[in-house]
T-cell receptor
Framework: NAGVMQNPRHLVRRRGQEARLRCSPM?????VYWYRQLPEEGLKFMVY????????ESGMPKERFSAEFPKEGPSILRIQQVVRGDSAAYFC???????????FGDGTRLSIL | QKEVEQDPGPLSVPEGAIVSLNCTYS??????FMWYRQYSRKGPELLMY????GNKEDGRFTAQVDKSSKYISLFIRDSQPSDSATYLC?????????FGAGTRLTVKP
């Protein structure tokens, strides 16, 4: 029973490039959440998606960041024109329903040169 | 004031000690309370999930919720070096979840 799968585990980009982070939820889970974690800080909510719908994007920066969860395939968090401040660990979580506990992947560590 | 307050530590205890980890919160709308354990370079792992005030026990772990005081705790009995990790409290209202900053725990053999 595979858990939440995130890839890549590590991603290095130069300033101005695009970063694409992928998340495959646990089997049977249709709710996906993205969080950002900086060193010594807690998890900061970014966006909550259900298949083909964005439910809550209140934690997402208004520019350069977007997320999708298509009918088929993984959820994608996309960061355009990356800047040094985007360097962080990005975690994806999934749940079977919105009111159930979330289960996390091991994250993607994004480094911006 | 943050919605969820958690002492970041670090906390260091000898093996076998009882560990007490705590969080306070300000919004009475939070209904569900969770504790996650996060090892270095890994994702958070769900340890405990509670709804009502009172205690919930699972092996060496006990989660305690006091909604009247807006205070939650996690107790670890007979702590082991393998318990060394960062512990995150989390709480949810409807679809909205908030995390504490995490407490870094080291259990020394």
């Amino acid at each position: 029973n595979a858990g939440v799968m995130q890839n890549p585990r590590h991603l290095v980009r130069r300033r101005g490039q695009e970063a694409r982070l992928r998340c495959s939820p646990m089997k049977g889970h249709s709710h996906v959440y993205w969080y950002r974690q900086l060193p010594e800080e807690g998890l900061k909510f970014m966006v909550y998606l259900q298949k083909e719908n964005i439910i809550d994007e209140s934690g997402m920066p208004k520019e350069r960041f977007s997320a999708e969860f298509p009918k088929e395939g993984p959820s994608i968090l996309r960061i355009q024109q990356v800047v040094r401040g985007d360097s962080a660990a990005y975690f994806c979580a999934s749940s079977p329903q919105g009111d159930q506990p979330q289960h996390f992947g091991d994250g993607t560590r994004l480094s911006i040169l | 004031q943050k919605e969820v307050e958690q002492d970041p530590g670090p906390l260091s205890v000898p093996e076998g000690a009882i560990v007490s980890l705590n969080c306070t919160y300000s919004n009475s709308a939070f209904q569900y309370f969770m504790w996650y354990r996060q090892y270095s370079r890994k994702g958070p792992e769900l340890l405990m999930y509670t709804y009502s005030s009172g205690n919930k026990e699972d092996g060496r772990f006990t989660a305690q919720v006091d909604k009247s005081s807006k205070y939650i705790s996690l107790f670890i009995r007979d702590s082991q070096p393998s318990d060394s990790a960062t512990y995150l409290c989390a709480m949810r209202r409807t679809d909205d979840m908030r995390f504490g900053a995490g407490t870094r725990l080291t259990v020394k053999p």
